[in-house]
């Protein structure tokens, strides 16, 4: 079992930064494809980007594209969203999840078998 456990959200003016950890219990954690998600108060959970095992390919939704920046560091057990250039409309909790593959980017939920608890982000306008 892999638990996840996802850091460093607050609350944060339009524009600003914030850099999401997501620390994994397990060295298996550097075998699988990672990503994160994140679902608004009375929202559906939204893909927001994915890395594969060793971090050679990442995918983004069009919503963060050019924003958001997923990264790994495996000897770390940990994955990373940077966001930037950040809006009301990003407020939401963050989840980071854990697929079955290592070298899937998939956007769908369904790919995902273990998930964070989640680290809730604010941008206030």
């Known amino acids: 079992q892999v638990q996840l456990v996802e850091s460093g959200g607050g609350l944060v003016q339009t524009g600003g930064s914030l850099r999401l950890s997501c620390a994994a219990s397990?060295?298996?954690?550097?075998?699988?494809?990672m990503g994160w998600f994140r679902q608004a108060s009375g929202k559906e959970r939204e893909f927001l980007a994915a890395?594969?095992?060793?971090?050679?390919?990442?995918y983004y939704a069009d919503s963060v594209k050019g924003r958001f920046t997923i990264s790994r560091d495996n000897s770390e057990n940990t994955v990373y969203l940077q966001m930037n250039s950040l809006k009301p409309e990003d407020t939401a909790v963050y989840y980071c999840?854990?697929?079955?593959?290592?070298?899937?980017?998939?956007?769908?939920?369904?790919?995902?078998?273990?998930w964070g608890q989640g680290t809730q982000v604010t941008v206030s306008s």
């Open positions: 890395i594969t095992w060793n971090g050679g390919r990442t």
């Open positions: 397990r060295r298996a954690f550097s075998n699988y494809a």
């Open positions: 999840a854990k697929t079955q593959r290592r070298s899937t980017t998939s956007s769908s939920l369904r790919d995902y078998d273990y």
